[in-house]
């Protein structure tokens, strides 16, 4: 009975040391609260401690400039509160940010295409151009320090010099939550997931 009593102590510890972080750090530019889930046991003692060496982050549906990005998510180190957990800094951050086929077709203002992954950085999809129609294949790049760019390669179905200028596009992706960076980007099934990190992060 012991037992099961500092178990549940332990847990409503951490419950509640994961919901004052989340609620702080919904300030840092997510739009919703994220989920924080804070690793170890016996807990407790980090709490006594205010220093939690292991956490992960996710949020849904985070607003990015022209794009929402569907999935945050982020493998959270060395996260250090005040006694209050009022405020506090993350250690370290790396994760990665996901936006998905249907904002990428938004952000391109071509919402009847439906992209899907064609390999580690490349997209297809199919357009039609009134005169005709096909299958386009555009490759995802990272530009500078906070943009992606989605170019055509080729067509299948009409040449390639009849493509709107407007299906080569660019998405402006600074100003992430927390101000977390943008590294690097796969394509992935769900979409093109975006390598994110950042250090010494403060909150609160």
Partial sequence: MLLGLLVGLDRFAAAYAESRIAGEVQKQGFGARPDVTIDGFPFVTQVL?????????TARNVREGPVTLSLVQGDVRDVRVDSGFAKGTLGRVDGTATIGFGELAKAADQPGVRFT???PDKVKGDVDLGIGSGTVVWQVTKVGPDRIRVHPLSAEGFPLSDLDEDLDFTVPVGGLPLGLTFQ?????????????SGAHIAFG
């Fill in 184 to 196: 690097s980007l796969s394509v992935t099934k769900k979409g093109v997931a975006l390598h994110i």
């Fill in 117 to 119: 992954a064609d390999g």
């Fill in 49 to 57: 401690n205010r220093h939690f060496p292991h956490a992960r982050m």
